[in-house]
C-alpha cells in the first residue's frame, strides 16, 4: 500500500491515472474503499488523493519546502477523491485524470493493526498490545483480566511522556498529532496532515486528536479526520458514530472527552485542563 515503494500496488496503480485501472489485491481494495467512505462522511476533509500535496511539500524527506501558493492550487486540482473509480465486482480501481495519485498514509496503519490482531486471534493469543507507532490495539484484556492502561501522548513534548491515561479492553486506540512529522520555517510549523480545501497544513485549534473505536481502520481514519475538522465539527462527528469515542488536545491546553469514555479518562498532566462540560 505504500506509495514510497515503487512496485507496490498503490504505486502501480498511480502510474496508470487517467490511463486504465488496476486489479488490486483485497487488502488494497478494502482500504481505498474505506477511505472514500470516510470522505463523504467528513464532507472530503479526508481524501486519499492527496498525494500530489503530500509529495509537493515533502514532509519528512530532504526536499521538504514550503511551496508557492501557485504551486499549491495547480497540485490542488488534482485533489478529488470523487475521481477514485471503484470497480467492487473485479476489485479494480482507476484514477479519473492523468498525475492524481493515491496515498493511504491516513489509514493504512489501522488496517495494518486490525490484520496483526486477526493473526494473533487465530494463534489463540487472547492478550496483547499491538503498537505500530500512533496505533495501538490492546487485544482482550491484561493477563490479569484487568483493562489495560493505555497512555495519551503529550503532544507538546517529546515521545514517551504521556497527558494522561485511559482503561481499555479490546479497543483500538490511535492518535493523530502535529508533533511526529514536522518542520519549522520562520517560526511556523508545517506538518504532515493536509487540509484538502486549502493544500496547507491542517491549521486547527487541535494539536492531537485520539480515536478509541473497534476498528482500528475506522480509528485512524478519524483521527486524521477530525485532526482536519477541528474541534467542533469533530467532536459533532464523533459523538454521531456509535461505538466510538474521541480525546481531543488544543492548542491552549485543554482536554476534550467524548462523554462515552470520561469513566474511562484520567488526566495526569497539570499542564492540561480537563473540557468537563462536554
Ligand atoms: P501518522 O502517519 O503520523 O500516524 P495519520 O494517520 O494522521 O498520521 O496520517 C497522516 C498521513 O496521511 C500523511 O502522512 C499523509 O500520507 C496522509 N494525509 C495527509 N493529509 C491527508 C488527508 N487530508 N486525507 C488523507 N490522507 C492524508
Ligand atoms: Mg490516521
Known sequence: MSVNIKTSEISKLNAKAGISGKKLSVDTYSVIEKSVKYSKLTGGALDA??????????????????????????????????????????????????????????????????????????????????????????VGSRPDGKDWNIGIQNPLSTRGEYLGTINVTDKSIVTSGNYERFFIKDGIRYHHIFDPSTGYPANQQLISTTIVSDKSVDGDALSTSTYILGLDKGLKLIESIKGVEAIFVTSDKKVYVTPGLKSKFKLTNEEFTYEKGR
Open 49 to 138: 488523493t492527496i498525494e500530489p500535496i503530500v509529495s509537493l511539500w515533502g514532509i519528512g524527506t530532504d526536499k521538504e519546502r514550503v511551496p508557492s501558493k501557485k504551486e499549491i492550487s495547480e497540485k490542488l486540482k488534482l485533489v478529488d477523491y470523487r475521481d477514485i473509480i471503484l470497480d467492487k465486482k473485479n476489485s479494480m480501481v482507476k484514477l479519473k485524470r492523468a498525475n492524481q495519485a493515491i496515498d493511504l498514509g491516513a489509514i493504512a496503519k489501522g488496517y495494518t493493526a486490525d490484520e496483526v490482531k486477526k493473526v494473533l486471534l487465530n494463534n489463540k493469543v487472547s492478550s496483547a498490545i499491538i503498537n505500530l507507532g500512533g496505533n495501538i490495539y490492546a
